[in-house]
């Protein structure tokens, strides 16, 4: 897996945008960037995952780099129930995935 | 949809005893499954990987004669906790992925484990 960096935390005012940067330098050319969120004592839910072009779900968007060295998941209108572990998760051709610390997101009423 | 269950989602056992945990994929064929365990205020940490049919491949550091993995079937994988010490309380994590799924994982509900 392409290490990823994650800031460790970050707060969004409820009903605005929230940016989270992923830094993913060692990425190679075919592999994947997932994100996916962790709501407290609950599994993983998966959120949305590109390769090179930007995308976009009902969930949130994905922007990458160029060069695909980092990239950013924004929830467009966050909410409180936005509140969570993200993480960001490059595997290799795997299938593995090695979670980082992820950023810890909390949403502000 | 992709949806994964665990069952059960909270255990208490003894120690000394042993405690089987199932991975089920109820809307697709999971041709691998992985397990994790996360340790509270940590991140997951992936013990091992299954693929149907197969063994599994463990994890360095996992002991694989004390978390025995089955993967039976393409829609059921289950650990099995053998000899459970205190230690070995945490939450335990399926997810499964398949063909149609590409690398895309997805996760179980979580399974939380004390043992006394």
């Known amino acids: 897996d392409a290490k990823t960096t994650q800031p460790p935390s970050m707060d969004c005012a409820e009903g605005r945008a929230a940016n989270l940067p992923c830094n993913h330098s060692t990425i190679s050319g075919n592999e994947y960037v997932y994100w996916y969120r962790q709501i407290h004592s609950q599994g993983p839910q998966y959120i949305i995952h590109?390769?090179?072009n930007n995308e976009t779900n009902e969930m949130a968007s994905l922007i990458i780099t160029e060069d695909r060295k980092s990239s950013t998941l924004i929830l467009p209108h966050a909410t409180l129930r936005d509140t969570a572990v993200y993480y960001c998760?490059?595997?290799?051709?795997?299938?593995?995935?090695?979670f980082g610390t992820g950023t810890r997101l909390k949403v502000l009423a | 949809g992709a949806v994964v269950s665990q069952h059960p989602s909270r255990v208490i056992c003894k120690s000394g005893t042993s405690v089987k945990i199932e991975c089920r994929s109820l809307d697709f064929q999971a041709t691998t499954m992985f397990w994790y365990r996360q340790f509270p205020k940590k991140s997951l940490m992936l013990m091992a990987t299954?693929?149907?049919?197969?063994?599994?491949?463990?994890e360095q550091g996992v002991e694989k004669d004390k978390f025995l993995i089955n993967h039976a079937s393409l829609t059921l994988s289950t650990l099995t906790v053998t000899s459970a010490h205190p230690e070995d309380s945490s939450f335990y994590i399926c997810s499964a992925t398949g063909l149609a799924k590409q690398e895309t994982q997805y996760f179980g509900p979580g399974t939380r484990l004390l043992v006394l």
């Open positions: 590109g390769l090179k």
């Open positions: 299954s693929n149907e049919g197969s063994k599994a491949t463990y």
């Open positions: 998760i490059a595997p290799s051709g795997t299938y593995k995935y090695i």
